[in-house]
C-alpha cells in the first residue's frame, strides 16, 4: 500500500481554526483506493515548520507528501505549480518572525515545480463537481516557505518522494462577518482526498488547458 | 402544527440546474420543531411565477411563504428587506418575455416590505456557522417579481400570511469554469431550514446591526 | 438657463476625503450646454443631511436635484432607482446617531422612483467610455437617507424639480491599501457633468436594457 | 542621459486596445528627471515577442528595459517580481500557437527575479496616489513569456541591461460592460512613468512590506 502524507498549518493571522488543518485531519488514517493517508500539523512558522516537516516525513516514510494551506479570499481548491525562493511576510508568523525579502535557501535556485501531477488533481476533483483550478503563486509566506522547503529537502536528498502543495479556501465560518467566498469543510476534505489518491496514483500529468493570463 | 410553503426556480440563463430547486426539494415533507415544510417549483416566468404561486397557496394553505431564488455571485444566504414594483429584465425569461420597466403591478405601491423577521433569520443562520445577511435589493428579474406579487397578494386579500424572498448563492456544481463563489447544497439546505423555522415561529424582527453602506 | 444642485458629502467611516464632494465642488459654477451646475456640500448625518439639503433647494431654486454619495466598492458610477423608507446604519454617522430599523418618515411610502431620466445617463456616460449602470439599491446609510428626504420633500411640496441620486466609486488615493477598486476623479467628474446635464435636458427616460438579476 | 525602453503588447483576447500600448505610447520620447523614454510595441505572439524584443534592445540599446502588459480583473499597478520557464496558453496567441506545458528555455532555470527595484517602484506610485502593489505572478501567456526571455537574455548575454516586468489593469474604456475594475489611462502613464524613471535611478532595492499571503 502507497502512503500519503498530508499536513495542514496551525491558525494564524487572528483566525480561530485553519482549514488546512481542520480538512486534512479528518482524512488521518483513511485508506482510499489502496492509499493510506496520514495527516499531521505543522507549526505556522518560517524555520519551524520545515524542520517539522522533516521529521514527519522520516517518521512516516510517504510516498507522496502534500501540504495544504488556507488561501483566505480564493475560490477554488488550487494545487500549486511553483515555488519560489522567497521570504516576504506580511504580518509575523506564529513565532513572531517576519523576514522580508530573504532567501529560503542561500544559492538555492529561484524556483521549483512541483512533482504531483496537479492538472490531472484538478480535473479528478471537477469531475466530482468540486471547484478547482492550478495556481502559479503559492505566495510568500509561510505556505510558499514550507512548499519551497518540501521541494529542496526533496531534491537535495535525491529522495524517490514525490511532493506539491494545496491551496483552499476559507470555510463557511470564517466568512460570517467578511466579503469573502468559502467552500464546505465537507467539499473541501472530499477534494482533499481526490486529490492525494491521484498524486499518489499518476507520476505523470495530463496536458489540459489550465493556464493564467496573469 | 404550523406549515411554511417553500419555492424554488427552474433553471434559467443557461444554467443546467437552479439551486433555489436543488435545495427546496430536500426540504419537502420535513417536519422541524413542529412547522411542516412544503415545497414547490415555479416556472421562471413573469408571469406564470405569480399564478402558479397563488394557486399553491390556496392548495396548502401555509402559514408562511418563502420564495427562494439563485443570486449568482452573492457569498451569503440573503434574505431581502424589500421588493420594487418594477419589472426589468437583462435577458427573456423561461417562456421569452422580456418586460423592461414595467410596473409589475398598475398603480401597485413602489415597494413592499417583507413580513419575515428577517435579521433574526439571518442571526440564526450564523450562529450555525452559514454565511448570511440582509439584501435591500432583489433585483429586477423573476425574484423581485414573484416577491412583489406574493406581497401584493397578501397585502390585497387582506390574508394573515407572512411572507419574504431569499436569495441563495450558486452551488459549487456550476462554478467549476467560472470566477465566481459558491456554497455547498449542505450549507444551503441547513440554512433554509433554519431559516423557514425562525421565520414561522417568531412574527416580530430582533433590532441588530445589518443594514448597507450602498 | 437651467440649474441644476450637485450636493457631495463630507468624508466619513475613517476616510480622510469623500469623492463624492472632491468631484462635485470642480463642477461649482460650471456652464455645460445651457446648464448652470452649483455645488454644496451636506453632513454625512442623518438628520442634518435632509434639512441642509432643504436650505439648499430653497436658496438656489434648481430645476434638478443630484445627491452624489461614494459607494465604496463598486465599480460603475451608478445612477440609484429607488430609495427606500430606512435607515439602518452599520455605524455612527458624523453625528454619531446610528439608527437602526427606522423609518425616515413614518407613515411615509415604502418607496420613492427616482425622477431622472437614470438610464439614459447611463446611455451617455457610456458613450464618453465613462463606466456606468443603473443600481437599484441606495442602501440604508445616509445616501439613501438624503435620497428618499429629497423625494419626500418634492412630493410633499408638489414641486417641479426632478431629482435623483447618483453613487460613485473610490478614487485611486482612497484604495492604496485596500483591495478595492476606483475610478479617477477626472472621469467621475467627467461622469457627473454628462450625467447632471443629461438630467436637466431629459424628463422622459429611454427604454433599454439595464436591469439586474438580484 | 539614461534610456529606458518601454514594451507595450498588441490587442488580444478579443480587446480592441491594449493598455499596455495605449499607456506606453504616450511616454515615448519623453525625458523625465534627466531618463529618455523610449517605447515600442511587441507582437502578443509567444515566439515573435522575443525576437522583436532582442531585436527593439539591440536598436536602442537601453539601460533598462520594462516589458508592460494588460492584466484584466487586477486593481493596481502590479510590478512582477519573478518570471517562471513555462508556457500555459488558455488561448491561442495573435499568431494562433498555444503552447500547453511547455519550457520557453529548453533547460532554463525555472525562474529568474526582476532586476528591478519593485518595492522602490511601488513605493513612489503611492506616494503619487496611485494604487501600486508588487506581485509574485505573471501568469503562463505572452507576458509571462516575454518577462522570462528578456531575463534569459539577458543573463545569457551577461549585458548590464536590468530588466522586468509591469502588469496594468484595464482602461475604463475596457469595463463598459464588464463586471471589472480599471485604471484610468492618465493614471496609469503617470504610474509607468514614475515607475521607468525609478528603475532607471535606483539599482538596489528598498525592504518594505509588499508580500503576498498567496
Chains 1, 2, 3, 4 share one sequence.
Not at 467552500?183 to 486529490?195: D, F, K, N, P, Y
Request: hydrophobic residues 40%; contains cysteine; glycine residues 8%.
Amino acid at each position: 500500500m502507497k502512503k500519503v502524507l498530508l499536513t495542514g498549518f496551525e491558525p494564524f493571522g487572528g483566525e480561530s481554526v485553519n482549514p488546512s488543518w481542520e480538512a486534512v485531519k479528518q482524512l488521518n488514517g483513511e485508506v482510499a483506493e489502496d492509499v493510506l493517508i496520514v495527516s499531521e500539523m505543522v507549526p505556522t512558522a518560517f524555520g519551524t515548520s520545515i524542520s517539522v516537516l522533516k521529521q514527519l516525513i522520516q517518521q512516516h516514510k510517504p510516498d507522496v507528501v502534500i501540504c495544504v494551506g488556507q488561501a483566505g479570499g480564493r475560490l477554488h481548491i488550487t494545487p500549486e505549480r511553483v515555488a519560489i525562493n522567497l521570504d516576504d511576510a506580511r504580518i509575523p508568523d506564529n513565532e513572531e518572525k517576519q523576514p522580508i525579502d530573504e532567501a529560503i535557501v542561500r544559492n538555492g535556485p529561484a524556483a521549483y515545480w512541483t512533482s504531483l501531477p496537479i492538472k490531472r488533481m484538478v480535473e479528478k476533483m471537477k469531475e466530482s463537481d468540486i471547484p478547482a483550478s492550478v495556481s502559479h503563486t503559492a505566495g510568500t509566506f509561510v505556505c510558499n516557505h514550507i512548499f519551497y522547503g518540501l521541494m529542496y529537502y526533496i531534491t537535495s536528498t535525491s529522495s524517490d518522494i514525490r511532493g506539491g502543495f494545496i491551496h483552499i479556501p476559507y470555510i463557511p465560518q470564517q466568512t460570517l462577518d467578511k466579503q469573502a467566498p468559502s467552500l464546505s469543510l465537507e467539499t473541501i476534505v472530499q477534494g482533499l482526498r481526490i486529490a492525494a489518491v491521484t498524486a499518489v496514483q499518476y507520476k505523470s500529468d495530463i496536458r489540459s488547458v489550465g493556464g493564467t493570463f496573469h
